[in-house]
Nanobody
Framework: QVQLVESGGRLVQAGGSLRLSCAAF????????MAWFRQAPGKERGFVAA????????YYADSVKGRFTISRDNAKNAVYLQMNSLKPEDTAVYYC?????????????????WGQGTQVTVSS
């Protein structure tokens, strides 16, 4: 069993930056591939970014490529999402998720553990 707890979401102006954190609790949590998803009001939840369990590989949605950076610190059992040049369309609840899969990591159905989410609001 792995528990995920996100933090760091808040109101920020367009063009600003924010760093989200995801703390993982449970045995072998550092051996999971991790991802961030987001869900905007009235929209389905969608993939944002992913990082392999050894941090050797990252993967981004086209909409955030070049603006967001995912990283992890396995010694601290934590995953981060650095978000720069934020836009109003980045407004969403951001979720951290964990899976043993990599090839299909962009598919939310592959993730067995989820956090409760953290709200990010970008004002124009």
């Amino acid at each position: 069993q792995v528990q995920l707890v996100e933090s760091g979401g808040r109101l920020v102006q367009a063009g600003g930056s924010l760093r989200l954190s995801c703390a993982a609790f449970g045995p072998s949590s550092s051996t999971y591939n991790m991802a961030w998803f987001r869900q905007a009001p009235g929209k389905e939840r969608g993939f944002v970014a992913a990082i392999s369990w050894q941090a050797a590989t990252t993967y981004y949605a086209d909409s955030v490529k070049g603006r967001f950076t995912i990283s992890r610190d396995n010694a601290k059992n934590a995953v981060y999402l650095q978000m720069n040049s934020l836009k109003p369309e980045d407004t969403a609840v951001y979720y951290c998720a964990a899976t043993k899969q990599w090839a299909t990591i962009g598919n939310e159905d592959e993730h067995v553990y989820w956090g409760q989410g953290t709200q990010v609001t970008v004002s124009s």
